[in-house]
């Protein structure tokens, strides 16, 4: 491994992590794309978007339902835990992620921005309530609003939404401080990663992608490491800490 990547990370103080399907995938959640990827089998415009779920809440929320149970039965791997043991060594740590399967925190991370919301939350479409909803596989298809009775939806930014601007900010104003940036297991065919990315870029951090794969990403990089996360990342952090 680069002795040069090492002292970076042992010189950086504030620290971004920006993470996508592919740290999650060796806990056994599939990723979106690829050959095994998500799309390949669900087309995303009859399930992730508010047509989709206007037209048939049910079928929307049989498919999440789904994917929380594979959430529920995935635990957390070395990429996951590792991060939540960075957490206490750099002064200053955020993981920015893409992913609604919760396994940062379940991981023991504590600062977390979550841009595509949780598989975990449900939110009213009558009165907005934005509630906790943990247990699957659901009693009562589709979820009603804890609150007023409404109908709920999953608490996810889907296609042809906006992102949370109030989480966006906090993120790029992270970014624009930040020594060093990790981006791990994310395609970028979502551009969000790469807007971050290159903010962070302007801001002077010094970039590294984990991905097993080129992505649009890479050409960006200081440094590319190409293997799986949960195989990089427990290497990676020994020699951050010289053992
Ligand atoms: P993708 O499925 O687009 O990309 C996953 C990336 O992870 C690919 O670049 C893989 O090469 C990489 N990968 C696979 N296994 C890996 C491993 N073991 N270690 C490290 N990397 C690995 O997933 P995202 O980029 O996260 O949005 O997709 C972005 C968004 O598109 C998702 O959040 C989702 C989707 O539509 C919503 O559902 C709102």
């Not at 998500?38 to 009859?46: I, S, T, V, Y």
């Not at 298809?141 to 900010?169: H, N, T």
Request: hydrophobic share 40%; net charge negative; glycine share 6%.
């Amino acid at each position: 491994m680069n002795h040069d990547l090492i002292n970076d990370f042992k010189n950086a103080k504030t620290v971004a992590i920006i993470t996508g399907a592919g740290i999650s995938a060796e806990s056994g959640i599939p990723t979106f794309r690829g050959d095994q990827g998500l799309w390949k089998n669900f087309r995303a415009e009859d399930l992730a978007t508010p047509d989709a779920f206007r037209r048939n809440p049910e079928m929307v929320w049989e498919w999440y339902d789904w994917r929380r149970g594979k959430c529920a039965a995935a635990e957390p791997n070395a990429a996951h835990v590792v991060l939540a043991e960075m957490e206490n060594y750099f002064d200053d740590f955020l993981i920015i992620t893409q992913n609604v399967d919760g396994l940062h925190r379940r991981a023991g991370s504590k600062n977390i921005i979550e841009i595509h919301g949780s598989i975990w939350k449900a939110r009213c479409t009558q009165c907005g309530n934005v509630f906790a909803s943990e247990v699957t596989p659901l009693a009562e298809i589709p979820l009603k609003c804890q609150d007023c009775g409404g109908l709920a939806r999953p608490d996810i930014v889907w296609f042809g939404e906006s992102y949370d601007m109030g989480l966006l900010d906090r993120a790029f104003s992270f970014l624009s401080q930040s020594d060093l940036v990790l981006i791990i297991g994310t395609s970028g065919m979502v551009n969000m990663p790469l807007y971050l990315a290159r903010h962070a870029l302007d801001g002077n951090a010094v970039l590294v992608e984990i991905n097993p794969e080129e992505t649009s990403m890479s050409s960006m990089m200081h440094y590319t490491l190409r293997d799986s996360a949960a195989l990089i990342m427990p290497e990676l952090w020994q020699k951050i800490r010289n053992i």
